[in-house]
């Protein structure tokens, strides 16, 4: 009888649960869109407020009642970062969240290869998927103005195209791990000194056709599911709560239909964070204003005095709607998306990727003979060598360390010495050189070391030794490389201007390896042979670096932006201070369009090292270029095609670029731009014709007054070479 009954009452029950119905919410056949209405109808007014602010340092409300989970973030954009205390930027002290570091994004960008990118955001993607992160905060694509900027080593340099067909495949390949891309720092967070709130000055033009089209590229090509907003104002208003910025361009112009997330601190006012286009407010510290408090995120600016004026009638209804839906949504896609795949974590092929990304961003800059008859410098021939001596404080550094919150914790970092002994064994000797002070956010420590003795026995040990390797550069100290403070010079510090034309006076085989994520000055550059920018390469640095030093990969990386000889030979620099580093309230971006080699080309100043320059151990030769017709219509299109040849003796890889200008023009237009590149592999004696296909979308300019991109008919002149200023083939055609 007893049994009987509890069947019955089982049966009763698995009717019951298979007669109640999948709240739609959380059927995940259903569009997204249904299951966001779904969810916001069964949500209170509080529960909606919460979603859009900070819980933690790194996390975001869900809607535990209806088991909605929260949104768990992490730096970003080169690796994943460590994890961080609940309520404290301390270390959260766990052993499990050593990552592997991927080169830094200048790196990505000189390899101009769209296939890295996606190499770049797979293996990234699996990473923070494995430690159960719903947005990884990256990529940055904001556009390197200055050689000064802090922070350009975590953007994709100069120029828009080049950065825009970089980050698209980044953020798609990322995606598909559903982890959310955090695109940032929208927008013109373009130098750190004083970021939190210098206000961006600048044209409609400057805006559109430079700072913006990244961007655009990452909502609409790449599918971003969120972007942060930066620290900076722009036009008067603070960017992450910016009518211009998030409203008119982002959400309506582009159609962006994901979330809006503060930098760390960056709102500054709830009615302007109601109104203007911001979803999630993330903060640095508590209380998302000032300084700690205990547990006080229910003070955020888009928390309690949100509620209260939503209560109060003060702020429509439609705008918490609004914001919740964009939080669901990206909840939906990323940590409530079932069939997201596990990820995986410090894996072979992580480290792999690690090392191809950074040998094909690796730039040979310099390359020649010590003496006439004399092959170059490099690959280093190690026959000819048996005493090689490494100098540099970043041969040893650990340079995943400092920079701000890109920092990273990582399982292993080669350095560059570790690579080159792995592969020289003991004919590698090594000094120090010159020395710097450790990493510390802010601040400038110095080093605790008798730096004129390292100095004097560097240049001992140069004399007695066949080849010298120097690895300096810049660091992640504050005023390097580093976020929340910009250099201060342009030339090299740490007193390797005084020491590297010595090194090269006493023992003239020099091979100076520059790490860095922006361009330097060269006084010393006639003097020093070999010259290569190995940028920061994360975890397989030294076996990246030595891949290339000793030949077994043939450098194909090419500069995402122009080395300036001096500093006032930036556009941003030719102006007074209010166009760089501004007065401290405004900056004026008075080179207007002309960024980088937009800048060089059309003032016709030379770079030491243009945009787009890159040299490798072969060479290659271009013939001409062939135009499929001298003339374009409105809505058709063009070929060009130039074949090009590898005339040299070892495989390599040739980044083949197109810049088009316009003749005459009714608005001054820069003498050139970048339209399309290819990167190409070709055996010794091997050509390849390489096509590209032109439209007037290609021609256009912004047309501030009219507020459209406009083509004007009339002549233009194409530019095909192996950089920005190394043309090898010329054609014009005309726009009917
Ligand atoms: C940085 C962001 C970063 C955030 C969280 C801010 O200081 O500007 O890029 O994602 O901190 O660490």
Redesign the pocket.
């Known amino acids: 009888m007893k049994k009987l009954f509890i069947l019955s009452f089982s049966l009763f029950a698995a009717v019951a649960v298979a007669q109640t119905p999948v709240p739609l919410y959380l059927d995940e056949s259903q569009p997204i869109e249904v299951r966001v209405q779904d969810a916001l109808s069964r949500m209170t007014l509080e529960e909606k407020v919460k979603l859009c602010t900070a819980q933690s340092k790194?996390s975001s409300h869900g809607v535990p009642r209806l088991g909605i989970p929260e949104i768990w973030m992490s730096?970003?954009p080169h690796g994943v970062?460590e994890e961080i205390q609940w309520d404290s930027w301390s270390n959260a002290g766990f052993t499990n969240d050593s990552c592997t570091a991927f080169p830094a994004l200048t790196c990505l960008a000189a390899t101009w290869n769209p296939e890295m990118s996606a190499l770049y955001g797979k293996n990234i993607g699996e990473e923070a998927r494995y430690r159960r992160k719903d947005i990884l905060?990256?990529p940055?694509c904001n556009i390197y103005r200055t050689p000064l900027n802090g922070r350009n080593f975590?953007y994709l340099g100069e120029d828009p195209y080049l950065a825009s067909v970089m980050v698209v495949p980044y953020i798609q390949e990322l995606q598909k791990n559903g982890v959310a891309a955090?695109v940032?720092?929208y927008a013109l967070n373009n130098q750190e000194k004083w970021r939190g709130h210098i206000d961006v000055q600048l044209s409609d033009r400057a805006l559109y056709e430079i700072y913006l089209p990244a961007f655009k590229a990452a909502v609409q090509e790449g599918g971003a599911w969120s972007i942060?907003g930066a620290?900076n104002k722009v036009r008067g208003e603070h960017a992450c709560h910016n009518d211009l910025l998030l409203n008119r361009i982002l959400k309506e112009e582009w159609g962006f239909d994901g979330c809006v997330v503060t930098?760390?601190?960056g709102a500054h006012d709830t009615r302007e964070a109601v109104f203007n286009g911001l979803d999630i407010e993330?903060g640095?510290y508590t209380n998302g204003l000032t300084s700690g408090r205990n547990f006080a995120y229910s003070d955020y600016f888009l928390a309690r005095p949100y509620l209260q004026g939503l209560q109060s009638g003060e702020y429509p209804l439609s705008t918490v709607e609004d914001k919740a839906a964009r939080v669901l949504r990206l909840i939906f896609r990323t940590a409530m998306n079932r069939n997201r795949p596990w990820g995986s974590f410090t894996s072979e092929a992580h480290y792999e990727a690690a090392r191809q990304i950074g040998t094909e961003g690796i730039v040979l800059l310099k390359n020649e003979p010590v003496k006439r008859q004399q092959p170059a410098l490099l690959p280093i021939d190690p026959s000819r060598y048996e005493k090689i001596l490494v100098v540099g404080d970043n041969a040893t550094r650990r340079l995943t360390e400092g920079g701000?919150?890109?920092e990273l914790k990582v399982k292993h970092e080669i350095s560059p010495l570790q690579g080159l002994v792995e592969l020289y064994g003991d004919k590698i000797t090594y000094t120090q050189g010159y020395a710097a002070g450790r990493p510390r956010y802010g601040k400038v420590e110095q080093p605790r070391v008798d730096t004129d003795s390292l100095y004097r026995k560097a240049l001992e040990l140069a004399a007695d030794a066949d080849l010298v390797i120097f690895v300096g550069g810049l660091n992640k100290n504050h005023e390097q490389d580093c976020?929340?403070g910009d250099r201060v010079q342009y030339s090299l510090p740490f007193g390797q201007d005084r020491l590297i034309p010595e090194l090269a006076a006493i023992n003239p085989n020099l091979v100076l390896v520059l790490v860095s994520g922006n361009a330097v000055e060269m006084k010393w550059v006639d003097e020093v042979p070999a010259i290569v920018q190995a940028w920061y390469l994360g975890s397989e640095a030294g076996h990246a670096l030595a891949d290339v030093l000793g030949g077994a990969v043939n450098p194909s990386g090419k500069l995402p932006m122009s080395f300036p000889v001096k500093l006032t030979d930036n556009g941003a620099h030719a102006f007074d201070a209010l166009c760089y580093p501004g007065d401290s309230i405004r900056v004026e971006y008075k080179e207007d369009i002309l960024v980088g080699y937009r800048w060089h080309d059309t003032k016709k100043i030379p770079a030491l090292f243009p945009f787009g320059h890159g040299l490798s151990y072969t060479t290659f030769s271009y013939g001409k270029a062939t135009l499929s017709s001298s003339s374009l219509t409105a809505d058709g299109s063009i070929t060009v095609t130039v074949p090009v040849r590898n005339s040299g003796d070892r495989p390599g890889k040739e980044v083949v670029q197109l810049y088009i200008g316009d003749n005459k023009s009714s608005l001054p237009r820069p003498k050139k731009e970048l339209k399309a590149f290819d990167k190409i592999a070709l055996n010794p004696g091997e050509e390849k014709t390489v096509t590209f296909t032109i439209t007037p979308d290609d021609l256009k300019y912004f047309d501030d007054a009219r507020h459209e991109w406009v083509a004007e008919p009339g002549k233009f002149t194409l530019y095909i070479g192996a950089s920005s200023a190394d043309i090898r083939a010329q054609a014009s055609f005309t726009l009917k």
Request: hydrophobic share 25%; aromatic share 14%.
């Open positions: 790194f730096d970003g970062r905060l990256g940055g975590e955090c940032k720092h942060m620290y930098d760390w601190g993330m640095s701000g919150s890109s976020e929340a």
